[in-house]
């Protein structure tokens, strides 16, 4: 997560702080960092050579340092009080960013320390402080008084730099670890919006919409932002009301709007945003049926919010049904998978025999769709069928997504099978095929450890199958706890996912739980 520009204190000390300063090598474990003995033996002459040393012994004390990595996260609080007063001195400063690089984010140990650096009167301090707490993420959570007291000292009103750069920062630092307790940030966290860094307008949306069921009032406020007739790019705030699910469904029609004359970018935040407001309202239907008639792709997305409404939105069947008969599959497909879900297989029997045939005759991806919508409805047998019929006729994500499902069935022996034996390029099989070579062979760590795959496709691609495979491949490699914010995505997206009307998801849920109480019952 590069976060650039978010913490300038002075031109030179922004080109350093923003080096790099992202989760690659994130280790958030709640564990001693390093042993007493090593803090003493190995951590403790380096830091005094750092602090009292001539040039040369410091610039081995930070290599060694570096060299350390998530070993040396003890001397983190020792880093972020060096640079007092060094805004403008460039060797040391860098010095302090690649060790602090190397080292990574803070343990809850290292927490109380960083925060009590909160109240420095440097302000570089101060910005690497925050900074820290900001890449601990959910772990900090102590931090969130002080840095909520420290955000209501600095004037919203103030047009010093130093000023400007704290309050965001204090702002993403707070969105990161508990935006729940954190109101004072949100005026922030909607300014944030508009930001041309995306990292920082992810951040700030996913805030916004996990603070909307206590703060009912964003809604109206997300919803003010798309009717202004100011010339913006909507999709910051289009995104937040996606993360604020089914609350939001109100401005739906308002997002169909934007979403027609937006980038192709904003066009898919839009779709994926309307499909977690959950199914079509019975509100909903009459706007639903009138934009059906108009040409489009849009009618994909109307047709997947109807299916999602299942029964309840049993009076657009006919218009659905009438739709099987359009010659363009992209709209047939997705027409009867929509009638399935509405009707069930006895009201939607032309429906399943499109999806049949095209399945029998070697359309991969309708035997996943059909194959996913019978796991939802719990048909497990059948689910299989399709998934393995696929899997052997090449359909990839056939395989992943069965392999997958039995890896959430604890069925790893099938699982590695068809992770192994999927195709070559899915970042997911790379994943998997990381995690066995870990177990088999933990030397060869290093070979796996840059496999290019980050928690930012949980974030946005609203995949919470994949969270669930990055959290255990992060834990494989890393031997951490690199999969907490892996692990906490999940269960915020299966949720959304869930109640917008996704049954497949809710049956994740209850698998997942259900191995959860036999872990507790078997402890």
């Known amino acids: 997560m590069s976060l650039k520009n978010t913490l300038t204190i002075t031109a030179f000390s922004l080109a350093l702080l923003t080096i790099g300063l992202s989760r690659v090598e994130a280790d958030n474990k709640d564990q001693p960092s390093n042993t007493k003995d090593t803090y003493k033996n190995e951590i403790l002459p380096l830091l005094d050579h750092i602090k009292n040393g001539n040039d040369r012994e410091r610039s081995n004390a930070f290599k060694k340092l570096e060299q350390l990595g998530p070993d040396a996260k003890t001397a983190i609080p020792f880093l972020i009080s060096l640079s007092k007063k060094r805004d403008e001195d460039f060797t040391i400063m860098k010095d302090i960013s690649e060790a602090l690089l190397k080292i990574g984010p803070p343990t809850t140990n290292e927490i109380p320390d960083i925060v009590k650096l909160l109240n420095d009167d440097d302000s570089l301090v101060k910005a690497l402080s925050v900074r820290m707490l900001l890449d601990a993420g959910s772990i900090a959570k102590d931090s969130v008084p002080a840095l909520v ?10 047009n010093n730099d130093i000023d400007i750069a704290m309050r965001k920062n204090i702002a993403l630092a707070l969105a990161e670890i508990d935006p729940s307790k954190a109101r004072e940030a949100i005026p922030i966290w909607l300014e944030l919006l508009y930001e041309s860094d995306w990292d920082v307008v992810r951040i700030a949306a996913r805030a916004l919409g996990n603070t909307a069921e206590s703060n009912p009032q964003l809604i109206s406020s997300l919803t003010g932002l798309l009717r202004s007739k100011e010339k913006k790019d909507y999709k910051g705030v289009i995104f937040a009301l996606g993360e604020a699910g089914t609350k939001a469904k109100g401005a739906r029609k308002d997002v169909f709007r934007v979403m027609e ?263």
């Not at 007291?149 to 103030?158: C, E, G």
Request: charged share 25%; with cysteine.
């Open 261 to 523: 004359s937006g980038s192709y970018f904003t066009q898919n935040i839009s779709w994926t945003a309307a499909g977690l407001m959950g199914g079509a309202s019975k509100e909903e239907i009459p706007f639903f049926m009138e934009e059906l008639k108009k040409p489009g792709i849009n009618n994909v997305l109307i047709l997947n919010l109807l299916g999602k409404s299942g029964p309840d939105a049993i009076e657009t069947l006919p218009t659905v049904l009438s739709m099987l008969e359009d010659k363009n599959d992209e709209i047939r497909f997705p027409a009867a998978l929509a009638a399935l879900k509405i009707g069930g297989e006895k009201k939607a029997k032309n429906a399943m025999k499109i999806l049949r045939k095209a399945c029998e005759g070697g359309k991969g991806e309708i035997c996943v769709s059909l194959a996913w919508w019978y796991f939802g409805e719990g048909n497990d047998a059948e689910a299989n069928k399709l998934y393995r019929k696929a899997c052997d006729a090449g359909s990839c994500n056939a395989c992943v997504e069965f392999a997958v499902i039995e890896q959430w069935r604890d069925n790893y022996t099938s699982s590695s099978d068809l992770f192994l034996n999927s195709c070559k390029d899915h970042p997911l099989r790379l994943l998997k095929i990381a995690a066995v070579i870990m177990e088999k062979d933990p030397q060869s760590a290093e070979m796996v450890r840059n496999i290019n795959m980050s928690e930012e496709r949980c974030t946005d691609s609203f995949l919470p199958e994949y969270c669930l495979v990055v959290s255990d491949w992060y834990y494989a490699v890393y031997n951490d706890a690199k999969s907490i914010k892996c692990d906490e995505l999940t269960k915020e997206n299966l949720k959304k996912q869930c109640d917008s009307g996704e049954k497949p998801y809710c049956r994740i849920i209850s698998i997942l739980q259900e191995k959860q109480d036999l872990n507790k019952k078997a402890k």
């Open 149 to 158: 007291k420290m955000l209501i000292k600095i004037n919203p009103s103030s």
